[in-house]
């Protein structure tokens, strides 16, 4: 299993797993814990034994190592035990988005859970799992499995330059030019004005065409990159036929196209949502034609290009108040945020993570939220994991639910008992 050769190494697993071979699964397990090339295999093996017990996966889910943690998280299943070892080890918000991927993908493979109904949207507000593609698209993956309702958006401020068209810059509209793909000739661009040639205001983006045409007006608008956004506008026409007809779209962007309009219609308003991707400007088209060439008259106005921005319910922090004593319950009591599993009070709980009895003589509310929120931001002295086992409990937990945890831990000022200050467990083989 520590061969250079990876060939050699998946032989040496074939056999061992072939032969059934339990008498090395101590051995298995101190190569797990020893983080070496032989790590990854052993894990595979013990899995494939039915020997990967909680407390080596657990090892493995809180390594250094990003390719181990990935899969020790491939390797979990799909009972409550198993999510529950997923939270315990923070892959969720890991600093490696691979691990974070992965986190994801297996979410989607749990049954419905009132916690990951809660996390998914949340960790959806990262603007790093928004702006890499995989990550939202796993996370996308997670919610639709879980019965999430799509999330909660509202629409930024409109960017679009100049969207009433009614500025104008000699005989033309600012900020938009007139671009002929496609033209069989008799075809104008107009900034219409007059007796109903607009939607609102007095000016109105005009495309008239008698022989066909495949052309637009033009507008390059800065975006942020990896970002939701809609676009709209209002088109009128009259006698388009041919093609798609009249519509808008981001140039460049394949089927980022609103609803087409053709024939004779009144105004009627039409929308796309698209993500900005690795762009940091887009081409916006008020369209005549698309793919072919159409003709007749159409007509742009009240155009809007908005970011769609992401909102959760919680309540502000700000404006919430804990209460020390369902604190307490928590802190016992609750399937994700029992804290007891790791922490002693009074000498009563895990020995994971250090006691807690004088936390808040030491420590003041605010360092206390930090590492409630962020578990990765401060790690306890004397305990020098690189990965805190500790679940990232901004994310799995109401925003009251915190605060509760909060006013609980500032009530604890008493020394521990004698005794109680134990080293950080560690996995013992021998």
Request: charged fraction near 20%; include cysteine; glycine fraction near 10%.
């Amino acid at each position: 299993l520590e061969n250079d050769n990876m060939f050699w190494r998946l032989t040496a697993q074939r056999l061992l797993l072939e032969a059934r071979a339990t008498e090395v699964v101590e051995l298995l397990r101190k190569k797990v814990a020893g983080e070496s090339v032989a790590s990854l295999h052993a894990l595979w093996i013990l899995h494939g034994l039915g020997k990967l017990d909680r407390e080596i996966h657990q090892v493995a889910l809180l390594s250094a190592s990003p390719e181990l943690r990935r899969n020790a998280i491939r390797a979990l299943g799909n009972s409550g035990e198993d999510l529950q070892l997923l939270l315990d080890t923070a892959a969720i918000t890991a600093e490696d988005l691979g691990v974070r991927r992965e986190a994801y993908i297996k979410m989607a493979h749990f049954d419905a859970d009132a916690t990951l109904k809660m996390a998914i949207p949340r960790l959806f507000q990262d603007k790093t799992n928004q702006q890499d593609e995989w990550l939202a698209l796993a996370l996308k993956t997670a919610a639709k499995n879980q019965g999430i309702a799509p999330f909660k958006t509202r629409l930024g401020s409109n960017i679009m330059p100049n969207p009433t068209v009614e500025l104008v810059e000699g005989d033309r509209p600012t900020a938009w030019v007139a671009n002929t793909y496609g033209n069989r000739g008799g075809t104008t661009f107009t900034h219409a004005s007059g007796d109903g040639q607009a939607r609102s205001g007095d000016k109105a983006l005009k495309i008239q065409s008698e022989r066909g045409a495949d052309a637009g007006w033009l507008a390059t608008i800065p975006v942020k990159p990896s970002t939701e956004y809609r676009l709209s506008g209002w088109i009128k026409t009259q006698g388009v036929r041919g093609a798609m007809g009249a519509l808008m779209n981001v140039h460049g962007m394949g089927q980022t196209v609103t609803q087409a309009i053709k024939g004779d219609q009144d105004w009627t308003e039409v929308e796309v949502t698209f993500n900005s991707g690795n762009r940091d400007s887009i081409q916006v088209n008020c369209l005549f034609g698309g793919w072919g060439v159409s003709t007749g008259m159409a007509w742009f106005d009240d155009l809007s290009l908005q970011e769609l921005i992401m909102e959760i319910d919680d309540q502000e922090t700000g404006s919430l108040v804990g209460d020390a004593t369902r604190g307490k319950r928590l802190f016992q009591e609750h399937p994700v945020a029992s804290c007891v599993r790791c922490h002693q009070v009074q000498g009563q709980g895990g020995v994971v993570g250090p006691p807690l009895d004088d936390i808040a003589k030491r420590k003041d509310a605010a360092y206390i939220r930090e590492s409630l929120i962020d578990p990765q931001a401060a790690m306890a002295e004397g305990y020098p994991a690189q990965v805190s086992p500790m679940p990232p409990f901004g994310v799995l937990l109401p925003p009251q639910d915190v605060e509760d945890l909060i006013a609980y831990l500032m009530t604890l000022q008493t020394d521990p008992p004698a005794g109680s200050r134990v080293a950080p467990q560690t996995i013992q083989f021998e």
